[in-house]
């Protein structure tokens, strides 16, 4: 007669493996605990956008204390409503942000606008313009870590590698010339050939870190306009005046589009800046200032 395990104890029949038993159990609380493993699991990480990446390097600007220095770059609205002097310096501080990759780097444009340059270039309000755009650059590797920066002064820029700057986080820190607005790596007093006067970026002024606007080629519609930001012409016999400066996009150096073969040009980081051709320029004034010299002599002997 075989035993009758439906009489035996609960306990029995658990042991067992039986209807009631334990084993079954851990399952419902194992398919818990990987629900909630799934649940709480963190995202994959997303890449950064440009945007984000602009924001995340925007520079930090050490201004010159000084009360003619204007203050730092300003959003464009009010001047180009037609705004200009105080009033176009009080528009709130803005950066303008460009993202463009070349060279096999994500090159990061900071645009600065100034409603006007008032430094003069050694001879009497030769230098001063209308509007003002000045700029630096961050390049980014392969891994999306900062490599490079390019500072803008004035016909010239100088490279300098991410551990030559001075940072604060993962911002660069530019000193900004007082009335030229040129960026420099390095406070202090920067040489400039003659007859320029040199640029003073002393950094004892105001430290600020102006929001960014994201730019594209013609986002906002300003970008895709050729026109000149401000009414001064120089004069074309003086190479020491300067006319209204072309927007970002039409910056005559092709910086906007070809920002590593911008940078491959500049001058090393510890070297001082280039000369200016001004033998040149004397020599051309001279010859035409002989050929006036004749033309009039010569009329003068005919109507002898």
């Excluded at 900004?176 to 002024?205: C, F, I, K, Q, W």
């Excluded at 074309?236 to 927007?247: N, R, T, V």
């Excluded at 006036?292 to 005919?302: C, E, F, Q, T, Y």
């Amino acid at each position: 007669m075989q035993p009758d395990h439906r009489r035996r104890p609960a306990a029995y029949r658990r042991r067992a493996g039986g209807v009631g038993s334990d084993v079954t159990r851990p399952l419902p609380a194992l398919l818990a605990f990987v629900a909630l493993m799934v649940a709480t699991a963190a995202p994959p990480a997303r890449a950064a956008s440009d945007a984000e990446r602009l924001r995340r390097h925007a520079p930090v600007l050490v201004l010159v204390l000084d009360a003619r220095e204007p203050g730092p770059p300003v959003a464009v609205d009010a001047f180009l409503r037609g705004a200009r002097g105080d009033r176009a310096r009080r528009a709130p501080a803005r950066v303008y942000g460009h993202a463009v990759r070349d060279g096999g780097r994500l090159w990061l444009q900071y645009w600065f606008f100034y409603p006007d340059n008032p430094q003069d270039r050694g001879i009497v309000r030769s230098g001063r313009h209308e509007g003002d755009w000045e700029m630096l650059q961050v390049g980014l590797g392969a891994r999306g870590r900062p490599e490079a920066v390019t500072f803008a002064q004035h016909s010239w820029r100088q490279g300098c590698a991410w551990g030559e700057v001075a940072r604060a986080g993962a911002a660069p820190v530019a000193y900004v010339a007082h009335a030229s607005h040129a960026s420099y790596p390095r406070r202090g007093t920067h040489d400039r050939p003659l007859p320029d006067p040199n640029d003073e970026a002393r950094g004892d002024g105001l430290r600020v870190r102006p929001p960014v606007r994201v730019i594209t080629d013609r986002k906002p519609a300003w970008v895709a306009s050729r026109r000149r930001w401000g009414s001064s012409r120089a004069a074309w016999w003086s190479p020491a005046e300067q006319s209204s400066p072309a927007g970002p996009r039409f910056q005559d150096d092709g910086r906007w589009s070809r920002p590593a073969a911008w940078h491959a040009g500049a001058r090393p980081c510890a070297t001082g800046p280039p000369g200016y051709p001004w033998g040149a320029f004397a020599t051309a004034a001279g010859l035409l200032a002989l050929a006036v010299a004749a033309g009039v002599r010569g009329r003068a002997s005919s109507a002898c």
